[in-house]
């Protein structure tokens, strides 16, 4: 048996956790830049708010509704998901993190009457504990335990136990076919075409070659899982990453080199705090930065790739090779709007140039060095040690954020005070 924990509106969740004044109030969380709605709270949906519209289309909503709005706050939503994943490898081993809000348990040791209890407790658990209400679906095969998590929600009960066929056809019945995991809005599209409403609809009616036809391999997998044959096990250990990218639409446009220096020096960066947490090394970066081809004026896109030998997960080395190709393809009296950052060719372990050549090794000093930011990083918070070209005052290439709540989680420096 699988349960899928979902963490309810979680973005607006983790703004209300530290202002309990929030609750019961309309809030949205905005896209980088705050340019776009990328979360609502039930009260927020209830007034018809759809997602993605850009703020300044909803000012007059904000106002009539006293709407409280939040700058994607992306540290303090990394962080809360972390204790909430913590929280449930207490109730088993086998945690597959599907997203920063959701997670897949294996409960298959667990009898079928403490399967409902143990729903009911990580519910409770996780809201004491951590102070995110989440929405539990248990049942045989993850896709099921998709659905059951759809109707704790949609039923109000917040947990959802399928664990006799009558069940799993009641739930069938009631999910129309657009809600089922793995069903993309074409195929919901030629499948409705077809006279197939609801999840029931699709089992019954389309048979296995009829479903590989229209939906190949994944398509089988999701008709197989609907009628309780598990296909997809449980990933507890995510596959090793083939590429890392980094990149951000700058929050004013940029002319100067040396805003384009630090945005890149800061996403550089970062994809060598990511390569270090994974273990791996890049044998090879792209930088990119470009205009908008939306405006008038002089367009160009700059992009470039280097080769990284011997590969390395060294913050300052790849600052270095990515300055350098900024140094090379920038051009004056250009309005730069984008950056980004991507390292490919990714490996685990030392380089071995070839089978006569002995492994190459980075520097004692250097391996420490890393080891040393990464510490202080995660004892102090993020930018607490950056490479000398990222210090300084906030530039205006960093997004914006002007209404982003306190990082007071991970900042001593924004910890709340009281007295």
């Not at 197989?224 to 990453?241: F, N, T, V, W």
């Not at 590429?243 to 951000?248: A, C, E, N």
């Not at 990119?288 to 790739?305: D, L």
């Amino acid at each position: 048996m699988f349960a899928l924990v979902d963490c309810n509106n979680f973005y607006a969740s983790c703004e209300r956790l530290f202002n309990p004044k929030l609750r019961g109030r309309p809030v949205v969380v905005l896209s980088n830049n705050d340019g776009c709605v990328v979360a609502r709270s039930p009260e927020v949906k209830a007034l018809g708010i759809p997602m993605g519209i850009p703020l300044f289309k909803i000012r007059e909503e904000i106002r009539r509704h006293s709407i409280a709005v939040f700058s994607s706050n992306y540290e303090l939503y990394g962080d809360i998901s972390l204790r909430v994943m913590k929280t449930l490898r207490g109730f088993s081993p086998a945690v597959e993190v599907y997203s920063i809000d959701e997670a897949f348990l294996d409960l298959s040791d667990l009898s079928p009457e403490k399967q409902d209890s143990c729903g009911d407790a990580i519910r409770r658990r996780v809201y004491q504990w951590v102070g995110i209400p989440v929405g539990v679906g248990i049942a045989p095969t993850k896709t099921l335990a998709k659905g059951a998590n759809w109707w704790a929600k949609k039923g109000g009960s917040g947990l959802c136990l399928l664990g006799t066929k009558e069940e799993i056809h009641t739930l069938l019945q009631k999910m129309p076919i657009e809600e089922v995991w793995g069903i993309g809005r074409r195929s919901a599209a030629k499948l409705s075409a077809l006279g197939v409403e609801n999840a029931a609809d699709f089992v019954r009616r389309c048979s296995k070659g009829d479903v590989q036809k229209m939906m190949g391999i994944t398509g089988v997998r999701t008709w197989m899982e609907l009628q309780g044959i598990s296909c997809l096990p449980l990933e507890d250990a995510p596959p090793p990453k083939k590429s890392i990218v980094t990149s951000r639409s700058f929050g004013t446009p940029q002319k100067n080199l040396t805003g384009i220096e630090k945005a890149v020096t800061t996403f550089a960066s970062r994809c060598g705090e990511k390569l270090r947490t994974a273990g791996q090394r890049t044998s090879q970066m792209t930088v990119f930065f470009h205009t908008s081809p939306h405006k008038e004026g002089k367009k160009h896109f700059a992009e470039r790739t280097v080769p990284i030998e011997p590969p390395s997960n060294d913050t300052l080395t790849l600052v270095r090779a990515a300055c350098e190709i900024v140094k090379r393809e920038y051009r004056k009296n250009t309005l730069y709007v984008k950056a980004g950052v991507m390292v490919t060719g990714l490996e685990k372990g030392p380089q071995q140039t070839s089978i006569f050549d002995a492994p190459v090794q980075e520097s004692e000093s250097r391996k420490a060095l890393m080891r040393g930011v990464d510490l202080l990083n995660g004892k102090y918070g993020k930018g607490a040690v950056v490479p000398a070209r990222q210090a300084g005052r906030k530039g205006s290439w960093e997004k914006k954020e002007e209404h982003r709540s306190r990082r007071c989680s991970t900042r001593w420096g924004e910890i709340f005070e009281v007295g």
